[in-house]
């Protein structure tokens, strides 16, 4: 698959990955190259063996999985049949690794400076002692991070997420490898963050001409930086070619459909979710293992996996009708979405009733003062975006109206005209039942000892007086809203992909018949693809049940896809308030422009 | 001030309180036994009720409560344990002075040989993780844990002192008056019993934690970075996985040093433990009282002693000091 250069830095060649035992697959038949100074992404969703396939270039398996075969070489220096001593000297040396989450990877009782410098020490670069400190200051520099004595004395709980990950940057370019793996380095930072850490990678890898394999799920991230895109479903790869080519003109169903979710702040129509998710190792059927998902399969795709095809030899594809699709063959099936576009032109309070309203709220977070004297307006049949960065004060405002803010709270929230109780515990039953809250995380948000049946009644049990068959006909009903199966309600959350166990958590506050829902970044823990299935989902149950929405999220660029209002957020403070298409087409604020700019976005030539 | 000698001193003064509560528990708890010390002390003669009057007014066992309770207090505090109930009424600092060395001694030494050991094997098995090594400390601990210490230290007596081998005497009866360094001998057994008593709960805590920190994505990172696994375990791995361990080794060794009543018997040792079975055996009040408090006393510091240096060696904690 490549060109006529020949300045091959890592070559993939038949990679195949498996549980140990099982033997199952994870990965199988990946091949690619990477050349010299080039960036390759490599995107796909949960459980597509991506970040096995990345950590499989420093011969690292986790626990459970090992290499079946295949080949995999750096700069002439054959990985895979490394010895020990030989492989230490190659990690960290010839191939580094940057890891998603910096905070977890740092050694929490290790100075950072300490942790720096061990990578030098090991690894005996220079000549002497004085080389590798004037080196561990150049790297510092490098990243832009401050190198004063003091700095690398702290810990890294004492650095803020972006310092975290530039450090594990920094730590990855310490002895000037020849190819670099960043495995998803930017999913845990803010958007504003996230831009930095971007220009910090396009900075160092053009400068220094290191090659960089760039591990996503998102296409948005990748868009600017990377030179070659690779697509990976189910362990193998269904696409490679160059990035523009990509964006304006996929091949496959797969790639086509991954663009479609992308939430793009100058996108004219809604993101479009992937139904279903990607199966998981052991679940993969025979033949394309995407043609359960795709709108255009046909009866081949279920028996006999497509071979690579493609228009030239950088593009290649894994697709029966890849040149169909490539003429403009519809990849998705049904009506377009369009946004939900009951928003009006002026704010609320004169059209419609105000449901909660926040007055002149200061609230506490122990002794500190965390939310400035802040007011807004949730209005009935009305969704409202409350947008920040972490540290903004969106969840804070979010928990105080859900009444589960454990600190002192002044100024007044009104539910429907009367005010309510600090805390839940206050509030009546009704009350209590009106204001329903998803939480960020499914993972941790559903108690992983209850069946979905158990965590369902819960709610009907507390707030409504109906019999077995009643209760279990609601569940039924609920379930059927969020377009889950009912067999599900005798399964366990970890039996569930996250998409699944979001739409269980969105049930459950359905269950209570709210008539305010608050999603606290429901879907910030989910894949692009399934985000927009959930996106559209909630604008499906709000034009439903008329619910009035709250929806808290540090992504900009899902704020028109769901909201008609939108409130930006900064430190405490509200700083700007509005109609969403004002707000994103003539934003006042300058910290709304500032959190427009950094937020990712696709070519505007991008096809789908 | 420093804040960690803030921190030093509140502990401290919140370990006084304990003991002060554990004080008057120990205080009611034996004024509730049946019969008094007047009782105890003359035995058959009690029905003597001329003389069992007397007595009480002697020992000031008709005053009332309170003033019985602040009186004993007040004593502890100068320093003053009282006098003995039993024989000739010896001072019971004296009386329980030596058998309070033994027992640190003991203590001690069976400290510096466990804690050592459980760290190596639960670091070790930790990373040959379900290795034949790894199989075979876990059964030794499981087997040695579900043994009393006593059916350990009649093994021992067996195979070291009687019937295997003679290499070491079956009676650990330490002689405080005589020096130490000729007596070390006596007490390898009861040493030993006691580690392996301690040995499973600390390796095998200590391997749960290591497990658990070596599937940390620092520990990974390490890793990838190049680092050689002797340096991941003892550098990376190590420092973290302690953590959670210094609370379990000082709970044990506090219990150890609260007396292993059965061991310190088998061995005929002159420990706290028997000590204080006797005492209670005897009625004599004053050492019972002398000796739960101490014993209480070592909780409490051992537990202290332990959040410190969780404090000093997690840089989290330390750091968020205020």
Redesign the interface.
Known sequence: MSGARTDIVLTVEDLRVVLDPSGIEIDDGVSFIIHEGEVLGLVGESASGKTTAATSLLAYQRRGAKVAGGRIDIAGTDVLSLSRPELRKVRGGLISYVPQDASASLNPALRIGDQLLEILNEHSFGSSQAERQARLLEMMDEVLLPNDRAFLRRYPHQLSGGQQQRVVIAMAMANRPRIIVLDEPTTALDVTTQAHVLETVRHLTSSYGVSALYVTHDLAVVSCLVDRIAIMYAGRLVEIGPRADLFTGAYHPYTRRLLAAIPDIHATRPPRGIPGSAPRPGNRVAGCAFAPRCDCRIDKCATELPPYAGPDADHQVCCWRWEEVGQGLSVIAGEELVFPTTRVEEPCRSVNNVVVDVRNVTAFYQRKEVLHDVSTTLCEHRCLALVGESGSGKTTLARCIAGLHQFKIEGAIEFNGKPLARETRGRTSAERQAIQYIFQSPYSSLNPRKTIRQLLAQPIDIFFDLDRDGTEERMVQVLEQVALESSLLNRYPEQLSGGERQRVAIARALVAEPSVLICDEVTSWLDVSVQAAIIELLVHLQGETGVSMLFVTHNLALVRSIAQEVAVMQDGRIVEHGVVDAVLDDPQAEYTRLLLGDTPTIPADCRI | MPPLLKILIMRLGLGVLTLLLVSLVVFAATQALPGDAAKAILGKDSADTERYEALRKQLRLDRPLVEQYTNWLGGVVRGDLGRSLVGAGANVTDLIGARVVNSAILVLLAALVSIPISILLGALSAIWRDSKFDNAVNMTNLSLASLPEFVIGILLVLVFATAVFKWLPSVSNVNSLLPLAGQMKLFVLPVITLALAVIPYVSRMLRASTVEVL????V?????????EP?VLW??AL??AIVPTIQVIAINIAWLAGGIVTVEYLFTFPGVGAGLVDAVANRDMPVVQALVLLMAAIYVLLNLMADIFTIL????LR?GLR
Not at chain 2, 215 to 218: G, L
Not at chain 2, 220 to 228: I, N, P, Q, T
């Open positions: 599937e940390s994505e620092y990974m990172m390490a890793r990838l970075k190049g680092v050689s340096r550098h990376h420092p973290n060696i997690s840089p989290r750091t």
